[in-house]
């Protein structure tokens, strides 16, 4: 088994150059709880249920600060959730793909200037495909 490492990131179709090892991301399955319901006699049932507001995925990832990047950033703020964010990957002929849409920078991202410094971008969006 080999990991997957040599990810491609792809935002509104543009393949952007990523802090190798910063990519991670959620499937957008959200939160689900379970609690028990008595039965009597000592016994329960499990009670399962899906938190609906919780069932988007997030991508995140880290660049380099540079000039074009930070102009980059910005455009994907002002987007708003219009934006489209893929990552792709192979290992051994096997492929990954995953597809963001509606995306959006929802936090105020913070941009640390610097020679060895890097910037963490957070989408959220729908489910991942």
Known sequence: MKPLSNIAVAVNNDP?????NS?????????QTMRAASIGGASVEQVFSQDLESTFSMVKFEVYPDIETVKLLRSWKSNGNSNTVVLTGSVDGASFRRSFKKAAILNDYEVALGSDTTVEIEFKSDAAV
């Open 16 to 20: 952007i150059a990523i802090v190798p």
């Open 23 to 31: 990519v991670t991301f959620t499937e957008g399955f959200g939160e």
